[in-house]
């Protein structure tokens, strides 16, 4: 049951990310826009950190995934 509510967290943390890359790009189009490349060197680092993060969370969800599954052969090579 542990195993199941950190997946879900892992699902959650993939969403934020998601979300918050999104926001990024709001914010830098916004830069681009109104003023006129003056704090892209703000915005460009954190893109990128949020791209790894996304990239982390998806691999921690792969994992997860592949620990279900094993969980769920053994407990019906038990039965």
């Known amino acids: 049951m542990n195993r199941l509510s950190t997946q879900k967290q892992a699902k ?14 709001v914010g830098i189009g916004y830069l ?3 003023e006129r490349y ?3 060197l703000i915005f460009v ?3 990128g ?3 790894w993060m996304l990239r982390r969370l998806r691999a921690e969800l792969r994992e997860d995934r592949a ?3 094993e969980a769920i052969k053994r407990q019906a090579g038990e039965r």
Do not use: D, Y
């Open 38 to 40: 003056v704090s892209l």
């Open 67 to 69: 620990e279900n599954a």
């Open 45 to 47: 680092p954190l893109l």
């Open 12 to 25: 959650r943390n993939l969403i934020m990310t998601v979300v918050m890359t999104l926001l990024m790009f």
């Open 32 to 34: 681009i826009v109104v």
């Open 49 to 51: 950190m949020s791209f």
